[in-house]
């Protein structure tokens, strides 16, 4: 399954597997974005689970086109308000 059908099959059932699966797909790339902006190993491993915990909720309000331009986007705005 594509990102679009996992997202689509998680509004429709909020089965947390679907977003369980884009975890594995891309925890490694949030995590790096993290690391890069935040420059902690720690402090990036924190960003990223709560940045996850907080797609089980974004995702049954927002309608993703593209699942990666848009998760990369959560995580800068994440990024920046820890440095706010």
């Known amino acids: 399954m594509n990102d679009e ?3 689509h099959r998680y509004r429709n059932s909020h089965e ?3 977003v369980g699966e884009l975890y ?3 925890t490694h790339l949030v995590f790096g974005a993290c690391l890069k902006y935040l420059k902690n ?3 990036a491993e924190d960003a990223t689970m709560q940045i996850f915990e907080k797609l089980l909720s ?3 309000k927002h ?3 593209s ?3 848009w998760l ?3 995580v800068k705005n994440h990024c920046m308000m820890e440095f706010r």
């Open 5 to 7: 059908e996992l997202i």
């Open 16 to 18: 947390t597997v679907y």
């Open 24 to 26: 594995l797909r891309y």
């Open 41 to 43: 190993h720690a402090e």
């Open 58 to 60: 974004d995702l049954k």
């Open 63 to 65: 309608h993703v086109k």
């Open 67 to 69: 699942f990666k331009a």
């Open 72 to 74: 990369f986007m959560v």
